[in-house]
């Protein structure tokens, strides 16, 4: 482990106590080369089949003449989509992070930042969007699985390193979108490091539900999309009925389920949120 970082060696990955002890300090972990080339080009080719997720993609306008597409879905299902999540990489790693006990699907997104037209996300907390979903505890967090290349050109993942142990800051709208307390944030700039998290396809990051983020507008040429996964614990189980679902047993699936699964089209049960695609509705939206 260095710092935050850590490489993924197939066969031999186990969660160990300095990755528990540096997702605890930072409030994530990156790990180097996670999904292989190979996995990656089913997972994307999945992703941008037509008749898959890509049938319910909405826009997210950003309050500033730009937006991010996105689709999301409540539970993880049996094709590619669902068998990345549910992999012992994915899903196993997470809860151990999160510190062993059994946690469950709580909802997967892909957010495309197109060339040119990708939005921001203002800097916020998932916390600060899921408290309001009846969570009573800061117990969840998100695997961010990067499709494409991710560097500060178009629009990479930022966070404020350790500022998860802040807990929840107030989040309200700001500007069309809802987001962390700004002069909290900027509070926490002058004592968290301000880190880029630039990432290659195949990277993976797992961060803490009260980490504060934020990524900005695609100016580049080169899309940006990013696969998601967000975990809850079977003993943070809503108590409001809302958009996500409530504690769903999961079955997780051995590595090696991603490279043998075909199934690229069955979008049975996958609970897809579906709007109509008006731009300044969304942005509430988590
Ligand atoms: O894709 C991004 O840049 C950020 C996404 C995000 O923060 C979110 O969906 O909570």
Known sequence: MQGAEVRYEAGKWQVTKAMKEAYNTHGYIIVRDMISQE???KVRAALEDPEGVQKYKFSRYDGNN???KMSLWNHPGHDITGVLARTQRIAGTME????GDETYHYHTKLIMK???TGGTFVWHQDYGYW???GCLFPDMGSVFIPIDDADKGNGCLQVLAGSHKMGRVDHGHIGEQFGADLERVEQAKKVCDHVYVEMKAGDVLF???????TSDQNHSDRRRWVFIVAFNKRSNDPYLEHHHPRYTPMTKVDDSA???????RDMEGKWFMVYEDDEHLHHNLH
């Open 96 to 99: 151990q992070l999160m510190g």
């Open 131 to 133: 408290y309001n979903n």
């Open 39 to 41: 996995e990656l080009r």
């Open 258 to 264: 991603l490279l043998e699964c075909d199934v690229v």
């Open 66 to 68: 730009r937006s991010n």
């Open 207 to 213: 961060f803490h539900c009260n980490l504060l983020h």
């Open 114 to 116: 197109e060339a040119h």
